[in-house]
């Protein structure tokens, strides 16, 4: 098709289209929604992190006014047990939806109240008397594989939920001048959207359906066909409708034991029924993110040449066997060798179960850890060799050249310059400069130390690389309306996804609408998660506004009386003729003749990738560290990711400034802790240490550009890249500022106890080895690929 030179939309600054809404209050969340009838459910949950129910009265509770009734695990016809989020690791244990015989955790839902309002129900839920026997409790989940520890599934016979330990093969550390070992903790960490979980289950439905939920969650299709699977629902029967949703990083996509019940209570008393988590309920119900202790050894010649890996990875489920405990056995696993050469690794991982909040999916989900495992380390080494960590990172990288290339746990890593962003990394941040002023406050022993901490990562985006749906609808007026399968709660979907279309078709901006989020206005989809949105969202959009493109030429064509051949699209989005400038059409014109003869210029396509890609980066982050008091205080962050080709750099810069926060805090503040009864206490913002705008400063962010070649947008992910090369360069950057003293690693997150204790302990020459044997449950481990 011949086309007339014109600007493209795509790869400047736009302003996200959907913040209007957002800002002035017009947007609707399921918090707010307005439906005739409605209960409110409030759930009655353990105080106890670990004991036998013996017995439930909710006489009291159901005498209350206002109150419609009270539901424990006998009283609703659902079953025992059902997905955990979206998957089960064991199903042995799996979650039921409320406690039956036994809770697991401080918070586990074991009876749900639904009264006439919110109010009646919180009051009668406190009269439910549970009688409980309380057992010995695990919070740990290294004590947790121990043989003599508390029994969370006693029919099981150990908490160890899953695991896999490395094939028989060549000794990773056979051949190396120098092994360098540590043990790591990365920290269970809140998810805190600022929207919790939240639901409306309405069992009068709509004309269509016998079942209308709405949810707030980032994959209203997976979700509804979840709940049609337990509930042995058909999928044509029920609609799932996501309106605005403030924030998810992963904690809410899936189906949770709570929307469960609130859907099994509705049912039953035939009444819309609605649940709207708390903060208090936040913290101790969506689960937690991360959870991993590491045991690292990395062989290495004197030169600085890594010759293999051992990793043994610990990580906590929780109390059930969900998703959090497959994230080290699978994600951390696949990522374990990061950016670098590594010839042999061996990786083995359990995941044990323990009295605490079940673990999920935050922002990354396993490639957080496994990066922050890996940098660690080779700083690590970097001290141990008296190498430059730039150096020893520039000396082991992967080349250019060996694109696609296949790693040793078997990720197709699809294009990468890992040493692209890292140069330019270094030259945002001055490093040279920076090293110069760490040696002057050294020599001078000035009491506030400058750290200078270096990262560079890769991670995995769209895992799987599963199908996803778009459309693309010119409608008579000439304007357009766009559809996908994802599902934003923050992205800027409306934007990305209007820019393709736009830019495709020529229709300007404002004239193209987006739906998104309702399961019976968009036939399927994926939804958002491990940051698949652009990359399959995307090209299937843009696939369907080509479709769409083709029919229009078709159209003017017949109106121009002209071969469709010669059909171009205009500089102002018009059609006309190649070599006839005066003979134009308007989109308007096309779809009314389209209309005329009973035609519709619709597309609707989905796209598969044939593969995963793989966005990486670098991070160089800058931090004070008074040795005095341990306070760290973050000078500057310089982040440069690369997720391919960028089509809006503001959208981009976005997902970069989030994910640096939540990156930041997980370094220096953030830890979900528990006392040794396995009661939360860190179970309000009063203290769960989350950022505000004044402990935060100006992130220094830039992109590099290396497109994929698996889709027609040369997109890759960004949404958590900026999470992923955060936490281990702040983390190094602390440990560097005392590396003087000698100093070699400090546990996440990097408090101010604990940089203070480590420079008693330098300055006292008692510093702790980092490293001690993990844990014996390893040796039993099945082998991975049996």
């Not at 919790?196 to 439905?205: C, Q, T």
């Not at 479709?547 to 017949?558: D, F, I, M, N, P």
């Not at 400038?581 to 308007?586: E, G, H, K, L, Q």
């Amino acid at each position: 098709m011949a086309e007339t030179a014109r600007g493209s939309i795509l790869g400047t600054r736009v302003r996200r289209v959907e913040d209007l809404e957002l800002i002035t209050g017009a947007s609707t969340f399921v918090g707010n929604l307005a439906v005739d009838g409605l209960l409110h459910a409030v759930f009655v949950r353990s105080p106890l992190a670990h004991g036998q129910v013996l017995g439930i009265d909710t006489a009291a509770a159901v005498s209350m006014p206002g109150v419609v009734a009270v539901f424990t695990a006998a009283d609703l016809d659902l079953p025992a047990h059902h997905f955990h989020r979206f998957m089960v690791l064991n199903p042995a244990m799996a979650r039921p939806p409320l406690a039956v015989d036994r809770v697991r955790f401080a918070g586990e839902a074991v009876a749900v109240v639904v009264a006439e309002s919110r109010a009646a129900a919180v009051d009668a839920a406190e009269l439910v008397e549970v009688d409980y026997d309380p057992l010995r409790v695990v919070v740990d989940p290294e004590q947790a594989l121990e043989p003599d520890s508390e029994p969370q599934f006693p029919e099981h016979g150990s908490n160890l939920a899953a695991g896999l330990r490395a094939a028989d093969g060549p000794d990773p550390l056979a051949g190396a001048d120098v092994v360098v070992r540590a043990r790591m903790v990365n920290q269970r960490l809140a998810v805190v959207p600022m929207e919790g979980d939240a639901i409306v289950a309405d069992p009068s439905g709509d004309e269509a359906h016998e079942l209308v939920v709405h949810l707030a969650t980032q994959q209203p299709h997976g979700v509804r066909d979840q709940l049609c699977e337990v509930l042995g629902l058909e999928r044509e029967r029920v609609r799932l409708i996501a309106p605005h949703v403030g924030g998810g990083f992963g904690a809410k996509a899936g189906l949770l034991a709570e929307h469960t019940v609130v859907i099994g209570a509705a049912r039953a008393l035939g009444c819309p029924v609605a649940w709207v988590q708390t903060r208090s309920e936040n913290m101790v119900s969506m689960p937690h993110g991360r959870g991993q202790v590491a045991y690292y050894e990395l062989g290495l010649t004197r030169s600085g040449r890594i010759t293999g890996l051992r990793a043994r990875v610990v990580g906590d489920a929780g109390a059930y066997a969900g998703f959090g405990g497959a994230l080290p056995i699978h994600l951390t696993y696949l990522m374990a060798s990061g950016v670098y050469d590594i010839p042999v690794v061996a990786y083995d991982a359990a995941a044990a179960v323990t009295n605490t909040t079940p673990t999920g999916a935050f922002r990354g989900a396993g490639r957080p850890e496994a990066a922050a495992h890996l940098e660690r380390i080779m700083d690590m080494a970097a001290v141990e060799l008296g190498i430059d960590p730039v150096e020893l990172r520039r000396r082991n990288l992967l080349a250019p050249t060996v694109f696609p290339h296949t790693t040793p746990t078997g990720a197709i890593y699809d294009s990468g310059d890992y040493d692209k962003p890292l140069r330019e990394a270094l030259r945002l941040a001055g490093y040279d400069r920076l090293r110069a002023e760490q040696r002057t406050r050294r020599e001078n022993g000035d009491t506030v130390q400058l750290g200078v901490g270096v990262a560079v990562y890769v991670e995995i985006t769209a895992v799987g690389a599963p199908s996803e749906y778009g459309s693309v609808h010119v409608h008579p007026d000439g304007s357009a309306t766009v559809s996908a399968g994802t599902s934003a709660h923050g992205q800027g979907h409306a934007t990305s996804f209007g820019m393709i279309v736009s830019d495709t078709l020529g229709i300007p901006l404002d004239r193209i609408s987006f739906v998104q989020s309702d399961t019976a206005a968009v036939p399927r989809g994926g939804g958002t998660g491990g940051s698949r949105s652009l990359q399959l969202g995307g090209s299937a959009v843009s696939g369907a506004a080509h479709a769409v493109l083709e029919q229009a030429r078709r159209h003017a064509a017949t109106i121009l009386e002209a071969a469709v051949d010669d059909i171009e699209l205009t500089a102002d989005g018009a059609f006309g003729v190649s070599g006839v400038p005066s003979a134009t059409v308007t989109w308007l014109q096309v779809a009314a003749t389209a209309a005329e003869a009973g035609e519709e210029l619709v597309a609707g396509i989905d796209v598969t990738q044939d593969g995963s890609t793989y966005p990486f980066g670098a991070h160089v982050a800058v931090v004070e560290v008074d040795t005095d008091t341990g306070r760290v205080t973050p000078l500057q962050h310089v982040a440069v990711d690369d997720c391919g080709r960028v089509l809006n750099p503001l959208l981009v810069e976005g997902q970069q400034h989030g994910g640096l926060a939540q990156g930041i805090a997980q370094a220096l503040w953030e830890e979900v802790r528990y006392d040794e009864e396995g009661q939360p206490v860190t179970s309000t913002l009063a203290d769960y240490r989350i950022p505000s705008a004044a402990d935060l400063f100006g992130f220094d962010t830039a992109t590099t550009e290396t497109p994929t070649p698996l889709n027609p947008l040369g997109a890759k992910g960004i949404g958590e890249s900026a999470t992923i090369g955060s936490t281990p360069a702040v983390q190094n950057a602390v440990v560097d500022a005392l590396g003087h003293l000698g100093v070699r690693h400090i546990d996440l997150p990097c408090t101010p106890e604990r940089v203070w204790r480590a420079v008693q302990d330098a300055r006292a020459g008692c510093l702790a080895d980092p490293w001690r044997e993990p844990p014996a449950a390893f040796a039993d481990l099945p082998v991975r690929g049996s």
